[in-house]
């Protein structure tokens, strides 16, 4: 059973900062994809950012200049550094692994962390 676990969430004020953590097992970061994904209540899950096991990272127009997805493979952790924060963000986030097999494809999930932006 793969157990990623997100750490960080909050309550911050418009424009503040938050960092948010994932860890998981070895054999995730040695080779899955991870990402970061958010959903705010009565909306679908959205990609947010994502970053490969060899560090290229992508993200959502909406975050891109504010939000920094980075991962440190030897302490099996993942972040998301948040900068500049909108009311809208407030979301649960959710820290995604994945992995493309020849015949499958592996994914875990996370339980996700609350985000709380407001004044």
């Known amino acids: 059973q793969v157990q990623l676990v997100e750490s960080g969430g909050g309550l911050v004020q418009p424009g503040g900062s938050l960092r948010l953590s994932c860890g998981g097992p070895?054999?995730?970061?040695?080779?899955?994809?991870m990402a970061w994904y958010r959903q705010a209540p009565g909306k679908q899950r959205e990609l947010v950012a994502s970053?490969?096991?060899?560090?290229?990272?992508d993200y959502a127009d909406s975050v891109k200049g504010r939000f920094t997805i980075s991962r440190d493979n030897a302490k099996t952790t993942m972040y998301l550094q948040m900068n500049s924060l909108k009311p809208e963000e407030a979301a649960v986030y959710y820290c995604?692994?994945?992995?493309?097999?020849?015949?499958?494809?592996?994914?875990?999930w996370g339980e996700g962390t609350q985000v709380t932006v407001t004044s």
């Open positions: 970053v490969t096991s060899g560090g290229v990272t």
């Open positions: 995604n692994a994945g992995c493309l097999f020849p015949t499958d494809v592996d994914e875990y």
């Open positions: 070895v054999h995730i970061f040695r080779s899955y994809t």
